[in-house]
């Protein structure tokens, strides 16, 4: 049996969920998540509680087991609390700043990068170094946050680039004088 997989889901008295065929909505104070599952396996409601199990014993399906209770499981958290990330942006003139709906960055290039996010996540700029990218589904939180990181990865000499808040770069040291 699946360790994450047998984990009970415990529901806040705020959220409901809907399961139909191969689908679980999830609805909650911050708003709608849809979850798709495989019919292989069984999803049980009882009052506050949250069961997964499955239908047979196949490879493919003992896999899945764990992967939809953690995707309910984030839906979960997400519509209650939501999901965010910070990104720091580290280097002399680099900085960020809104305008409307895009992100205009100075990161070193010749040129403002502009970047639009999606409509289900919100981008804020609370200092002109800092990015915070929030929103209800984890998945496209960490795809956007990923993205806008690419746009100038943090490089091992000086560090500069755009960076999450926790993540550390490992420092390379530079070129010795000849002697």
Do not use: C, W
């Not at 969920?17 to 049980?44: C, F, H, M, Q, R």
């Not at 399906?61 to 984030?74: E, F, M, Q, T």
């Not at 709906?101 to 800092?130: C, I, N, R, W």
């Not at 915070?132 to 000086?158: F, M, N, T």
């Amino acid at each position: 049996m699946s360790r994450i997989g047998k984990k009970i889901i415990t529901l806040p008295s705020a959220v409901t969920l809907k399961v139909t065929a191969d689908n679980v909505e999830v609805k909650g104070p911050k708003g709608t998540l849809n979850v798709g599952y495989d019919p292989a396996i069984s999803v049980s409601i009882d009052t506050n509680v949250v069961t997964l199990s499955r239908t047979s014993d196949e490879k493919d399906i003992r896999a899945k087991h764990g992967l939809y209770r953690a995707l309910i499981n984030s839906a979960v958290i997400g519509v209650t609390d939501g999901y965010s990330k910070k990104l720091d942006i580290v280097g002399v003139g680099y900085r960020a700043e809104l305008k409307g709906k895009f992100l205009y960055m100075a990161v070193g290039y010749s040129h403002p990068v502009y970047f639009k996010a999606p409509d289900h996540v919100k981008v804020e700029v609370p200092v002109p170094t800092q990015i915070v990218v929030s929103g209800i589904d984890k998945q496209l939180v960490g795809q956007v946050a990923a993205k806008i990181r690419a746009i100038r990865e943090p490089e091992p000499y000086k560090g500069k680039g755009i960076k999450y808040d926790t993540e550390v770069v490992r420092r390379k040291a530079g070129k010795t004088a000849s002697r």
